[in-house]
């Protein structure tokens, strides 16, 4: 199956820093990617849909000026969580859709954010 | 508020017997239903999906049905394979989601020899 990147896989940082989370599909172009979020024990959220050359598009009660998210290539995608707070801590997944059909999205590995 | 439910957080099956996770969802808007696997430390996987003008799909070892009108889904694994111990999400589409999805809380499988 197609391969999705993200990088770091962890990281922690100090309250009120900002952290950048990278999203790549490696072997195919997304023109759509998608970010979620997932607290412990609970179900991926839905926080934006990236696309290519637009702007994100946030879900409700998604902060867009926290959470700021660039989709500058077919390939990449980043989202950036800004003044990082300890609530923001999370798991943060991103996935990238390959054609037109909700099957073919793929996603990544996931990024463990603990805000200290 | 959740719109796609897995109310067993886990479930314990012997290998070679059959592994059943249930799902309900409460948008009836939703007309698309996938069920995804994750291992830790990775992202999840596809594993099989349904259309709402269906009732039933399967894929080997795979089946997935759907009861629209119960709002249910539910995914049949037989026989269960060491293997297929993880978290399995139920997730939900609507067509003008653009491939947005609504994912359950997830359900750990463990398969015991």
């Known amino acids: 199956g197609a391969v999705v990147s993200q990088h770091p896989s962890r990281v922690i940082c100090k309250s009120g820093t900002s952290v950048k989370i990278e999203c790549r599909s490696l072997?195919?172009?997304?023109?759509?990617m998608f970010w979620y979020r997932q607290f412990p024990k609970q179900s991926l959220m839905l926080m934006a849909t990236s696309n290519e050359g637009s702007k994100a598009t946030y879900e409700q009660g998604v902060e867009k000026d926290k959470f700021l998210i660039n989709h500058a290539s077919l390939t990449l995608s980043t989202l950036t969580v800004t003044s990082a707070h300890p609530e923001d801590s999370s798991f943060y997944i991103c996935s990238a859709q390959r054609g037109s059909d909700t099957d073919t999205q793929y996603f990544g590995p996931g990024t463990r954010l603990t805000v200290l | 508020d959740q719109q796609v439910k897995q109310n067993s957080p886990s479930l314990s099956v012997q290998e070679g017997r059959i592994s059943i996770l249930n799902c309900d969802y409460t948008n009836s808007m939703f007309d698309y239903f996938l069920w995804y696997k994750k291992y830790p430390a990775e992202g999840p996987t596809f594993l099989i999906s349904?259309?709402?003008?269906?009732d039933k799909n399967e894929d080997g070892r795979f089946t997935v049905f759907l009861n629209k009108s119960a709002k249910h889904l539910s995914l049949h694994i037989v026989p269960s394979q060491p293997g297929d111990s993880a978290v399995y999400f139920c997730?939900?589409?609507?067509?003008?989601?653009?491939?947005?999805?609504?994912f359950g809380a997830g359900t750990q499988v463990v398969v015991t020899p």
């Open positions: 072997d195919f172009q997304a023109t759509t």
């Open positions: 997730a939900a589409s609507a067509t003008d989601s653009w491939g947005k999805l609504q």
């Open positions: 349904i259309s709402s003008i269906k």
